[in-house]
């Protein structure tokens, strides 16, 4: 019991360690922006924000079987849309604000995996407190670099255009969150792996970006942000191959599954009707098999017959008496 409650501890620390670390690197870094102060207040405005539209989304979608799933991702599009507007409207408001919005939104989250993991599906929670700890040492490091200037055209757009690349995955989230029926289609499943392979194309421009564009120069921010970025990339490529891999699997098994099990028992209920009226003299085993099959077929969605899975004018029916299954004509 110990072990257990130290193994689920550990992701909470390490989000712990994080951010104090990245409030440390910039208290001592002072990069070019807003004062550390300032940037904390800023992000506590953020957070009171976040946790004012959680209460939002409780009141006005009561229905939304996972609320706080759709809170995440829905702020998370707010977020990625807050990073473009500021950078087309002034790309100075966004050099000085990115931070705060970054920092706010992540504590929020962090504290909601803290406080109520059990909303989230396991492995969701373990990868974003990786996710998350990880982003606030790389961007603490990103502090940490002497002379650092964001002001330079194309570091400042290769930062917009990396920062937004998640708005795809949060917004089919966010819907999912409204409709969770939907994750079981093979159509939200296919369009999963398109919007990851669009993510991918999305960040890769932002390396065009803030690499070729400058005739291969970059500063010496330029190439931790680059080293950095790219290893938090390959962290999350790795998590979503593996749940895309894993998703499509189960549903390619439950069809396989169904399918062979559709095929049994109207293997059955053919062999039965062939034996109808002939009394039912088989043995206990088949009678005990049989009834198993009986009790699960009741259980099993019957809609089948309208995807044509049952001849038209049959219809499945138990007996009570006489022989487990028959088939009556329409």
Known sequence: MNQEKAMKSRPLIFMLLATVFWISAH?????????????????????????????????????CPKQYVFAHFALGLLQHMFYLISYLVRTDFFITYWKSVFFGYYIWTMTLLACRPQVFFPSFAKFYCIHHSAAFIITGIWALIPNSNWDDKYMSLGAMIWLTSDCYVYFINAYRALNPEIGNRQSFKKLQRIIFCIERIHRSSAYIQGLILCKGSPSQLGWCVLGTTLFIDLVDTKFQITSISRSVSSFQDKESHTDHSLRKRWSILVMNGDDDGQGTSSSSSDTDEDELICEDFQAFDVSSQEKGLFPIGFQPQTQTNEGIWSIQQK
């Not at 208290?27 to 209460?55: R, V």
């Open 27 to 63: 208290i001592i870094g002072q990069s070019n922006g807003l004062p550390t102060w300032c940037l904390l207040q800023s992000s506590a405005c953020i957070i009171s924000f976040c946790f004012i539209f959680e209460n939002l989304v409780q009141a006005v979608l009561p229905f």
